[in-house]
């Protein structure tokens, strides 16, 4: 079974640092592009970042650009969002999402999610 | 950047009635490999987001047979064919053919 389980949220005050993590079990994740989605709170999902398969490369939002790097270590099954420079509009619930699909180099849709962690920003 | 834009936001519907979620792109989707890179997502209340099709039209595994997806280019709608109570929550469709990846805004299925 897939499972996806990010850890890492909290509460940090403007300015500060957090590095969110994702456990990735159930499939061979070295084999997949890998997605960090954020949603604020009453509000809809916004695309974060992605890194490829073997964590060369990455595609990030403007908005976290500078500010937020996505890695992995895929000896540990495992995800990162390093955060830098928080601000209040970075507060959310992120999620870790799959992504699948041969057609477009691996990456066409995000086919599992996790439960997300909460980001809290303020002092 | 690709934006897509969904109507309506607010979806009231009758259980076994239709309902049909409008997604509209900016630009194309429609990639030279042949598929229509939009995908739709259902987000239940207090879920993650779940996979519902992929590519425009193909439903993913285990999504029932009363959804399916129709457009390609810039059209794209989301067809219920007969709404269940467990269809409640808030979908979305995304544009997977340019970064940044756009989500559209959310249309809330409600039921009458």
């Known amino acids: 079974e897939v499972q996806l389980v990010e850890s890492g949220g909290g509460l940090i005050q403007p300015g500060g640092s957090l590095r969110l993590s994702c456990a990735a079990s159930?499939?061979?994740?070295?084999?997949?592009?890998m997605h960090w989605v954020r949603q604020a709170p009453g509000e809809g999902l916004v695309w974060v970042a992605r890194?490829?398969?073997?964590?060369?490369?990455?595609d990030y939002a403007d908005s976290v650009k500078g500010r937020f790097s996505i890695s992995r270590d895929n000896a540990k099954n495992s995800l990162y969002l390093q955060m830098n420079s928080l601000r209040a509009e970075d507060a959310a619930v992120y999620y870790c999402?799959?992504?699948?699909?041969?057609?477009?180099?691996?990456?066409?849709?995000?086919?599992?999610w996790g439960q997300g962690t909460l980001v809290t920003v303020s002092s | 950047d690709i934006v897509v834009t969904q109507s309506p936001l607010s979806l009231p519907v009758t259980p076994g009635e239709p309902a049909s979620i409008s997604c509209r792109s900016s630009q194309s989707l429609l990639h030279s490999n042949g598929y229509n890179h939009l995908d739709w997502y259902l987000q239940k209340p207090g879920q993650s987001p779940q996979l519902l099709i992929y590519l425009g039209s193909n439903r993913a595994s285990g999504v029932p047979d009363r959804f399916s997806g129709i457009g390609s280019g810039t059209d794209f709608t989301l067809k219920i064919s007969r709404v269940e109570a467990e269809d409640v929550g808030v979908y979305y469709c995304?544009?997977?053919?340019?970064?940044?990846?756009?989500f559209g805004q959310g249309t809330r299925l409600e039921i009458k």
């Open positions: 999402a799959r992504g699948v699909g041969g057609n477009c180099g691996g990456d066409c849709f995000f086919d599992y």
């Open positions: 995304r544009q997977g053919l340019q970064i940044p990846f756009i």
């Open positions: 159930g499939f061979t994740f070295s084999d997949h592009w």
């Open positions: 890194l490829n398969p073997d964590g060369r490369a990455t």
